[in-house]
Structures are given as structure tokens and as C-alpha cells.
């Protein structure tokens, strides 16, 4: 019988004994890893089961109140809704953070709940949360230049002239701001004729070599003529859609042929022949087509600064908000203008 038991002192023993304990520990580590896994995913699907239907109405505004979840998961939650469109569930968490009356970061909840509103539209309730922080808060240059674009998009050009002495007392570049809002307001100056405009807007940009865009696309509505005898052609790049446009019997040819990028945007839009090709791809194949086919140019707005891309121009950029940035990408499109002509003079 003593063949089938082990002394203690036997090495075999101790080798068995150490073996058992790695067994019993990786045993248990490996469930107890199971348990905890189990316990987070659960942890996890509570959580998310407040968000896999639309919430009631005041239901977030109550969920945030509690305090339950975490001030940053909620910060999170509403950022996502807000770059989604959703702007009445972030606006709703705002609120709700802000009911807190612990909340340290008072603030900046109150200025990501304004910007919150100016995306939306509600451009009065955001010019009162701006207001409202600077009375606290003076000194707050985020705060004012997003009031300053609310002065702007309601067309309050005065009020917003304003907002830039305390920009400028804190040491903030607001020099295209002013030549920008100076131009604004001179547009809109329904008590002025556009021939008076456009002698000032020629001043502006002499002054300044700013706002080629906005100043020359006004101008060659108007005054083309005016715009020819002023025209920066180093700016004809980024105004090659207002180019594109003008009449052809507003044309300066004398102009046109000391510059070989309009040599070509017209050469290519067939007004006349001054080159036989183009670097330009797009007005390559126009000139190579000689007008025997309905194609023309189409544009898209692009901004420098952010290279946001719209389908409409712009003078401020509507997603970073900057002055003066625009740019212009050109591709072929079928000419249905030339279509619908050609049609009618078949039927006559």
C-alpha cells in the first residue's frame, strides 16, 4: 500500500503541489476575468438602454438633473448631438447641467449651450446667453466674437461695430473684422444707390487689398465697366465664377488679353480666340471643343482655411467662421441653358 502514497519530503510531492496551486490559480483567474467582463457589459447595457429610443420630453433635462451619470459623459452625449443636427436633445442636457447648482464650469456650459442655440437658429436666445456671461465675464474674447457673429447674422452691423472695442482692449487682431463689417454695412445701406457703393467699395479695397470677392462681385453686377478699370488680376482665380458671369458685352477685351488666365477662361467660354490651350484641364476641354458641344463650368466653394466645401459662395466661411477665405474648385457640367435655347429655336 505505501506504493501508492507519497512522504511530503518527496520531491514528486512538492512538483505536484506546485502544479495544483498554477492549476487553482489560473482556474480562478480565468473565471473570476469571466465575472468581471459579465459585470461591465452589464454595467454597459444599462447605460445605453436610456438611449436606444428618442427620449420623452424633459426626460433628459430629469436624467441629467440626478446626477447619476457622470458631468463628462454628458458633455460627450450632447457634442454628439449637436454634430448630428440634433439640437434640441443637446440644448435639453445643457439645461440640464446647468440646473446643477454644484456645477463648477458654469461658464462654459453656458457658452456651449449659446453656440448650441446659434446652430440651431435661435439667434435672440443666443445673443441673451452671450450677454448674460459677460456681465460675469467681461473679459472673454470667445464669448464676443460669437456675439459679434450674432450681431451679424441679425443685421445689427452697429451693434456689432461695437463688440470690437473690447476685442481690440484685449489685444485681438480685429482688422479684417472691421474692413469686413465696414463692407457689410455699406451694402445693406438701403439709403444709398449702388453707384454711390461702388465708388466706396472701390476706396475699401484701395485701402485695404481685402475682400476681393465680396467688393468685386457687387461691382461687376452694377458698374462693370468700373470694375474693369480696377480690377486686380492677381485676384482672377478666386473670382472665376463672377468672371464666368459677366455679359459678353461687358467685357473689357484689352484687359483680358494682357492676362493669360482670362486669355483662357474666355477663350474657353468661346467669346473669343486669344489661346490654343489651357493648363487649366476644364478650359483644355472647353477650348478643344470650340463650342460644338452644351458643356460649361460649375463651381464649388471651398474654404482655405478649413477647406469646408459649400455649393454656394460665401464671404464667411459658415463652418469656421473665417473673413475673406473663399475659394474655387471648376469642373464640366452639361449646359442645359444651351439645350433649352437650341430646343426652342427648332420649334420656330
Known amino acids: 500500500m505505501n506504493l501508492f502514497f507519497l512522504e511530503f519530503r518527496d520531491p514528486l510531492f512538492s512538483v505536484i503541489i506546485f502544479f495544483a496551486l498554477i492549476f487553482i490559480i489560473t482556474f480562478l483567474s480565468y473565471w473570476w476575468g469571466r465575472y468581471r467582463r459579465k459585470e461591465d457589459y452589464k454595467h454597459l447595457d444599462e447605460f445605453l438602454k436610456q438611449f436606444r429610443k ?3 420630453k424633459d426626460e433628459l433635462s430629469v436624467a441629467v438633473s440626478n446626477g447619476a451619470i457622470p458631468q463628462k459623459i454628458w ?3 450632447a457634442s454628439s448631438y449637436s454634430k448630428n443636427g440634433d439640437y434640441e436633445k443637446s440644448i435639453e442636457i445643457y439645461n440640464g447641467i446647468l440646473k446643477q447648482s454644484d456645477n463648477q464650469d458654469q461658464k462654459e456650459i453656458m457658452f456651449l449651450l449659446g ?8 439667434l435672440e436666445r443666443s445673443k441673451q446667453i452671450y450677454l448674460e456671461i459677460l456681465k460675469k465675464h467681461p473679459r472673454t474674447p470667445q464669448v464676443l466674437e460669437s456675439l459679434l457673429l450674432v450681431y451679424e447674422y441679425t443685421k445689427d452691423y452697429e451693434s456689432a461695430m461695437d463688440v470690437l472695442e473690447p476685442l481690440e482692449e484685449l489685444k485681438q487682431d480685429i482688422s479684417g473684422s472691421k474692413i469686413y463689417l465696414r463692407t457689410l454695412t455699406l451694402l445693406n445701406n438701403q439709403a444709398m444707390v449702388p453707384k454711390e457703393k461702388t465708388q466706396q467699395l472701390i476706396e475699401i479695397y484701395k485701402e485695404s487689398h481685402q475682400l476681393s470677392y465680396m467688393i468685386f462681385e457687387y461691382i461687376f453686377r452694377f458698374e462693370p465697366a468700373l470694375a474693369w478699370n480696377n480690377f486686380d488680376s492677381s485676384k482672377s482665380q478666386k473670382m472665376t465664377d463672377i468672371l464666368w458671369n459677366v455679359k459678353k458685352e461687358d467685357l473689357n477685351l ?7 488666365y482670362l486669355r483662357e477662361l474666355y477663350t474657353a467660354r468661346g467669346d473669343v480666340e486669344f489661346s490654343q490651350r489651357s493648363e487649366v484641364f476644364e478650359f483644355d476641354t472647353l477650348i478643344n471643343l470650340e463650342n460644338k458641344a452644351s458643356a460649361t463650368l460649375s463651381f464649388e466653394y471651398i474654404c482655405d482655411n478649413c477647406k ?3 455649393p454656394f459662395s460665401f464671404y464667411r466661411c459658415t463652418n469656421c467662421h473665417s473673413i475673406d477665405t473663399i475659394g474655387i474648385e471648376v469642373s464640366l457640367t452639361k449646359d442645359y441653358r444651351k439645350d433649352f435655347s437650341e430646343e426652342n429655336n427648332s420649334f420656330q
Open 54 to 56: 428618442p427620449p420623452a
Open 75 to 77: 458633455l460627450l452625449l
Open 115 to 122: 453656440k448650441t442655440y446659434f446652430k440651431a437658429g435661435f
Open 254 to 260: 484689352e484687359i483680358i488679353a494682357q492676362n493669360s
Open 308 to 310: 469646408q466645401i459649400s
